[in-house]
């Protein structure tokens, strides 16, 4: 059945922008924290419909764009948080920042749903839609320095072992191919249960009038789905670690909340609380007796990690040799400490860094953010108005892997850096760990460091290495290659975790061939929705 398109009224107009913009809203319950992807049965077949039903492309991008805009506004309700805590300095930037980031991202959703009209209505145009959304979400990564967050594929990161199934095929695809399947499977299944229930009613069905086509969809469904979790539960029955232990990570969590950092409130009290953190977690580190899980952690080096811009006053890190030598000594026994801290260059400008430093307090290493947060670190320069003090940060060259003394291959990730799917690692020099540090303070106890979580666990399965991350107010992990949790320190809590972290895992498909896969599998999609099915004439 091919839905004809709709002239609507004023009314109607403003109706179905209405209805747009609520189903966008209610899309982002599937995100993290919520994981309510049933939801997505509901609100993206009602964008379907109306695609379907377009009267133009116009129509087709405004409806679109109006979704987009309430998937982000409401799944990035919470950086409004991160202004309140300066809110004295930019209340006049309250509004801004979750809507003003759902007004930029909400072309990419009304550019597919323009593009899909060059297909004709029905299935065909849907299955377009599909790949178009996946495409387009895949091109955030070129939005000023970059805003991948919360891609759809995330959804089926649920905390615990079912997550840890639903996750594995991103190995293979990466995050934006379980997108891809995501939006895919919404469209069509939702369509079709909805068209169900229609016909049970006596009432005209939309795309599936014939129980037939109905009973297909949910077959190719059910197969699809069964091959993935098939193929998931062989994957953590089949493929094993291999090759060098990483360290035990001593991941440091000050709980230092952000008003103290920004107004330099305590310095001294704050730097003796990681300091004090630091001695108790690696004095842990070297007691751990042998033990099944820990076997062989008193033959691993140990490294210590403190979040992103650790504490105030930071830039000591970079100007005091003794202040660096207080640090290791204070965490003696320990082979490296890994510390979040602000820098200044040679050109007074001041970036982001993660700080290697060797027992005796020397800088081993030097990571520089290269993936600034816009309108944070990051200001773009059509902005008239002065946001981000000194126009921002500079940025680092990209991934790097270190190769400290006596401690395996890292790649050091600092805050948002782990959203970028397939742009975490240096390909040509691949680490055994990663060690992500970051401060979510800025976002409250709210859905943003549980979204920015669920990103630490994807990267962990598509590159197959584990990870440690270390949060100042929380939440601290560590991951093993299949995006499975070791340890975890929750939000608002102040400690340390001794994870002795697991190797890595044989290279996924995914980390060798990165986002080519699931750039593919769209481009493959996107063409076979031109393609002419022939219907047998009826004898």
């Not at 839905?3 to 179905?16: E, I």
């Not at 993935?228 to 440091?252: Q, W």
């Not at 005091?320 to 003696?332: D, L, Y």
């Not at 055994?432 to 990267?459: I, K």
Request: charged fraction near 15%; include cysteine; charge should be positive.
């Amino acid at each position: 059945m091919t839905p004809t398109p709709n002239k609507l009224s004023r009314g109607q107009k403003w109706r179905q922008a209405g209805l747009m913009l609520a189903m966008g809203a209610l899309s982002a319950l599937a995100l993290p924290p919520v994981h309510l992807l049933p939801v997505l049965l509901v609100t993206f077949p009602v964008l379907g419909r109306v695609l379907n039903r377009a009267g133009s492309w116009k129509a087709a991008a405004w409806a679109g764009a109006l979704f987009g805009f309430g998937l982000y506004a409401a799944s990035l309700y919470w950086m409004v948080n991160a202004v309140m805590i300066r809110a004295a300095e930019f209340w006049w930037f309250v509004p801004f920042p979750s809507l003003g980031c759902a007004l930029i991202l909400a072309p990419m959703v009304a550019a597919p749903a323009a593009l899909c009209r060059l297909v004709p209505a029905g299935p065909r145009r849907l299955l377009a839609f599909a790949a178009g959304w996946t495409l387009f979400d895949m091109g955030r990564v070129f939005l000023f320095s970059g805003f991948t967050w919360n891609p759809l594929g995330s959804g089926l990161a649920i905390p615990g072992a079912v997550g840890d199934v639903l996750i594995q095929p991103a190995a293979w695809i990466g995050v934006d191919g379980l997108t891809f399947f995501v939006v895919f499977g919404a469209l069509f299944c939702g369509e079709a249960l909805q068209d169900a229930f229609r016909a049970r009613a006596g009432h005209p069905c939309h795309l599936f009038p014939q129980r037939a086509d109905r009973l297909r969809v949910a077959a190719c469904a059910a197969v699809v789905v069964s091959l993935a979790l098939t193929a998931s539960l062989i994957r953590l029955k089949t493929v094993h670690p291999a090759g060098e232990n990483g360290p035990v990570a001593v991941i440091v969590q000050g709980n230092v909340p952000e008003t103290e950092k920004i107004g330099h409130l305590n310095p001294r009290d704050i730097f003796q609380r990681y300091l004090r953190l630091t001695a108790d977690g690696v004095l842990q580190a070297r007691r751990l007796v042998p033990q099944p899980a820990f076997a062989d952690a008193l033959s691993r080096p140990i490294v210590f990690l403190w979040p992103e811009t650790s504490f105030p006053g930071s830039d000591l890190l970079q100007d005091s040799p003794r202040a660096r030598q207080i640090i290791m000594e204070w965490g003696a026994g320990a082979d490296a400490g890994l510390i979040g801290a602000l820098r200044m260059d040679d050109n007074g400008r001041y970036r982001n860094s993660v700080l290697a430093l060797a027992p005796n307090g020397d800088i081993a290493g030097i990571y520089d953010k290269a993936r600034l947060v816009p309108f944070g670190e990051y200001q773009p320069p059509f902005i008239p108005l002065q946001i981000v003090p000194q126009g921002g940060m500079a940025a680092g060259p990209g991934p790097r892997t270190w190769h400290l003394p006596g401690v395996p291959p890292v790649g050091p990730l600092v805050c948002y850096e782990v959203i970028f799917s397939g742009l975490t690692v240096d390909r040509h020099d691949r680490p055994r760990w990663l060690a992500n540090v970051t401060n979510d303070g800025w976002f409250g106890n709210s859905a943003g460091p549980r979204q920015h979580l669920s990103s630490v666990r994807l990267r962990a399965v598509e590159e197959g290495l584990p990870i440690a991350r270390a949060a100042n107010t929380g939440i601290s992990i560590a991951y093993d290659g299949f995006g499975h949790e070791l340890e975890r320190l929750g939000w608002g809590r102040t400690g340390t975790l001794v994870v002795p972290l697991p190797p890595a895992l044989p290279t996924p498909l995914f980390a060798r061939y990165g986002r080519t896969l699931p750039a593919l599998l769209c481009l493959i999609a996107f063409l076979a929705a031109f393609a002419r099915t022939s219907r047998r004439k009826p004898d």
